[in-house]
């Protein structure tokens, strides 16, 4: 009697203590799939804006790679200005001034611009990913814009919201291009803490 009694006392404390860990891991498994899904993109769309397709083919096939990588983070698309034609009577200033005009024409006034210009500020990419994360709290489109081989127009440097630098260094404008998906990219698994990047 008493060694049924003892399996009894040990077969509803086995339970017990199965049953707590069952409640436990359902738990921190849906507080998991939470944190899993939660996407701080899903209220702002991202477009880069572009003058002039992207020439080189090998460069283009990248773009798209990454592009298509990020799109899986948040809405994020490309689109671009034809470049002007007939530019060997405008000069510089001319034709930055026509460039301007196209490109102001593809945004909103309640959009945030961000150029991307020598001149602007440099971020390390994980600090790049909090601003991008940040913005993405009170911001519904984001655009970024990469000009021409002349750069922006007074008009637009004076439309724009923010400025940034990829490097010090020059980049022509078509890699630019490539060197800026792949970073976007590489912030939004920066925010997931997904490892692909490195300190």
């Known amino acids: 009697m008493f060694f049924f009694t003892f399996l009894m006392i040990k077969k509803v404390s086995v339970c017990g203590v199965w049953s707590f860990f069952s409640i436990?891991?359902?738990?921190?498994?849906?507080?998991?799939?939470?944190?899993?899904?939660h996407t701080?993109?899903?209220?702002?769309?991202?477009?880069?804006?572009?003058v002039g397709k992207t020439t080189d083919k090998h460069i283009s096939a990248c773009i798209d790679d990454y592009t298509g990588r990020i799109v899986h983070y948040m809405p994020f698309d490309i689109q671009t200005i034809p470049e002007l034609k007939n530019t060997k009577n405008l000069s510089i200033a001319q034709q930055k001034e026509?460039?301007?005009?196209?490109?102001?024409?593809?945004?909103l006034e309640s959009d945030h611009v961000v150029l991307l210009d020598e001149h602007g500020i440099e971020r390390r990419s994980i600090d790049f990913a909090s601003w991008l994360e940040k913005k993405s709290m009170s911001t519904r489109r984001m655009v970024f814009v990469i000009g021409g081989a002349y750069g922006f127009s007074p008009e637009v440097y004076q439309r724009a919201n923010e400025k940034i630098s990829l490097s010090q260094m020059t980049f022509s404008h078509q890699m630019v291009r490539l060197v800026f998906v792949e970073q976007v990219y590489r912030a939004c698994t920066i925010i997931k803490?997904?490892?692909?990047h490195h300190e």
């Open 193 to 196: 803490g997904e490892p692909y």
């Open 98 to 107: 026509r460039e301007g005009e196209l490109i102001l024409r593809q945004i």
């Open 24 to 37: 436990f891991v359902a738990k921190n498994k849906a507080a998991r799939v939470q944190v899993t899904s």
């Open 40 to 50: 701080p993109f899903k209220k702002m769309k991202t477009t880069l804006l572009l």
